[in-house]
Every structure is written in structure tokens, then in C-alpha cells.
């Protein structure tokens, strides 16, 4: 197995009676510490607008040397993780290009030293989600409107007195 700082420990203990009588038990502990930490950030933030270009980068800090990622999405909460497309790689950077709604939810990675242990829930770490807002466009209206001396026009929460271009973001 690939699995990194794997070991067992065994403890022996010796009791005896005032008859001389020894008995012996032995506790096998078997350790699985395979990861290092993992910490996930959004760039450029976790908030987007549509058709932007995100990328999700993976902190490890340390403990394999052939670390493979496998990156994941989930749209409802953090359960039902879907395998992303093209997702398990040795390289740890996702990039989702020109981001739609659909892409909106949490993701995660999970690491660990080989592919195959990517799968293996005792050789490998998974980084804590971190959640992708994707704000839709607002449509653009354009008004042509005049606006004679001494009155006003209401935009919204806007009012305007005097003819200009404005627009209100």
C-alpha cells in the first residue's frame, strides 16, 4: 500500500499473581496518518459574475511527494460530491472557465500520494468545501428620456433633475 505514515504499534503487558502465575496481553494499534492539510482558495473571489474565469488552488502542506488531486462539486449543501470532469490530476489548480449558473455550489479536493488512493478513504484527505456564488447578469435598459427644467425622473432609488447620461450600477 502507498500509503504514507502507516505503522502499528504493539503493546505488551505482563501481570502476575501471588502464585508466580504471569499472564501476558498484547494491543495492536494500527495508525493510518496519511495526510497533510489541505486548504482550498477561490480566485479572484468566491463571489463571480457569470462567464468569469474562476481558479481553485490547492494548499498542501506537505506529506506526499507525488501528490494527485481529485476535485469535486456538490450544488445542494456538501453531499452528493460529483467527480469533476477532468478533475484527477497531479496538478493542483482547477480552473473553471467562463463559469455558468449551473457551476454555483460548493468544491472540495481530496489528495493523496497516487491515483488509486485518491479512492481510499484511509490513505487520503479531503480539504474542508469552500462555496462559489454565481451572480447572473442583469440585463441592461437603456432609457432616453427628457427631462425639462424644474422637473425630475426616478430611476429606482435614484432621481435626476437634469438631462446627462447616468447609469446605475
Given amino acids: 500500500d502507498n500509503c504514507v505514515n ?3 504499534i504493539e503493546r505488551t503487558w ?3 499473581d501471588d502464585c508466580g502465575n504471569i499472564t501476558f496481553h498484547t494491543q495492536n494499534i494500527f495508525v493510518i496518518n496519511c495526510g497533510p492539510d ?3 482558495t477561490i480566485l479572484p473571489n468566491s463571489d463571480v459574475c457569470e462567464n468569469e474565469n474562476v481558479s481553485l488552488f490547492a494548499d498542501l502542506t506537505g506529506g506526499y511527494t507525488t501528490p494527485y488531486y481529485r476535485w469535486q462539486h456538490s450544488a445542494n449543501s456538501i453531499i ?6 477532468a478533475g484527477n490530476s497531479p496538478e493542483y489548480i482547477y480552473n473553471l472557465n467562463n463559469i455558468s449558473l449551473s457551476q454555483a455550489g460548493f468544491y472540495r479536493v481530496v489528495v493523496s500520494n497516487s491515483i488509486e488512493n485518491t479512492y481510499n478513504p484511509a490513505c487520503s484527505v479531503v480539504s474542508d ?3 462559489i456564488t454565481v451572480l447572473q447578469h442583469s440585463p441592461v435598459t437603456e432609457l432616453n428620456e427628457i427631462i425639462c427644467e424644474g422637473e425630475s425622473y426616478t430611476v429606482g432609488t435614484s432621481t435626476y433633475t437634469m438631462s446627462g447620461n447616468y447609469t446605475d450600477i
Fill in 6 to 8: 502507516q505503522y502499528t
Fill in 80 to 85: 452528493n460530491w460529483i467527480d469533476l470532469p
Fill in 14 to 16: 505482563a501481570a502476575e
Fill in 38 to 40: 489541505v486548504r482550498l
Fill in 129 to 131: 468545501p469552500v462555496e
